[in-house]
């Protein structure tokens, strides 16, 4: 068994017109100050499914992996996302929120993704996945 994470915007929930304008972590930035706390909830339940991305998931599960959903979206928006992923029938064990507490939504992520010994990260963001690459080779764990 693997443990699997994945980035949920973009690389899964993708945002329909008017909201696909809304500033390149948006929701991470500003989802925990009113009134944009009431917005980013609202804003969860229009998320479209990038099917691709689902079936990775749906493959994942059918091997046994555990999955992991990180997500820089702040922590009102958790019940929404997690309706969100039912609702679209997205496997995830486990659902890790937020970067409150780190500087930027990279290292909240790199963090994340050691804590739980990730094996396969997935995310549109290929700097990243370079760079947890990088951090599990440095670990031993490649």
């Not at 500033?23 to 990038?50: D, E, T």
């Not at 091997?63 to 997500?71: E, L, W």
Request: proline letters at 5%; a negative charge; one cysteine or more.
């Amino acid at each position: 068994m693997k443990t699997i994470a994945f980035d949920l915007d973009p690389w899964i929930a993708t945002l329909p017109a008017p909201f696909d304008r809304l500033p390149s972590g948006f929701m991470a930035s500003f989802g925990n100050f009113f009134p944009f706390n009431f917005l980013s909830s609202y804003i969860v339940q229009f998320c479209q499914v990038r099917q691709e991305s689902k079936d990775t998931l749906v493959a994942h599960r059918e091997n046994g992996d555990k999955i992991i959903c990180v997500t820089c979206r702040p922590s009102c928006c958790r019940e929404a996302t997690k309706n969100w992923l039912w609702k679209n029938d997205i496997p995830f064990d486990d659902l890790i929120m937020g970067a409150n507490d780190f500087d930027s939504r990279e290292r909240f992520k790199l963090s994340v993704l050691g804590q739980h010994d990730v094996d396969t990260y997935y995310d549109l963001d290929k700097g990243l996945v370079a760079k947890f690459e990088e951090q599990k080779s440095c670990l031993g764990r490649s």
